[in-house]
């Protein structure tokens, strides 16, 4: 079993940034990719973004492309999402996932295996 825990989210103004961090403990397999995604009051959870286990290949959806950037650190099996130029429409709660024994990003939520709990982003025009 794998545990997905999400830090750093918060309120901040339009324009502003935010740093999500999403940490994996417990049985984490050794390839897997991870990913972000949202969702905001009455509507349906979205793709944010996702990175392969290298990080060298990364998704992005349309809507954050140019503004959020997505890592990851193995050593410490953790992912982060830097937000930039935040956007009332960015407000959402945030989730990380996991994707065990795939090394490629995906943008389909129904791959992902575990889900943190989530945390709560909200931007202010």
């Known amino acids: 079993q794998v545990q997905l825990v999400e830090t750093g989210g918060g309120l901040v103004q339009a324009g502003g940034s935010l740093r999500l961090s999403c940490a994996a403990s417990g049985r984490t397999p050794s390839i897997y990719t991870m990913g972000w995604f949202r969702q905001a009051p009455g509507k349906e959870r979205e793709f944010v973004a996702a990175i392969s286990m290298s990080g060298w290949g990364t998704l992005y959806a349309d809507s954050v492309k140019g503004r959020f950037t997505i890592s990851r650190d193995n050593a410490k099996k953790s992912e982060y999402l830097q937000m930039n130029s935040l956007q009332p429409e960015d407000t959402a709660v945030y989730y990380c996932?996991?994707?065990?024994?795939?090394?490629?990003?995906?943008?389909?939520?129904?791959?992902?295996?575990?889900w943190g709990q989530g945390t709560q982003v909200t931007v202010s025009s």
């Open positions: 996932a996991l994707d065990i024994a795939s090394a490629r990003p995906t943008r389909s939520s129904s791959l992902y295996d575990y």
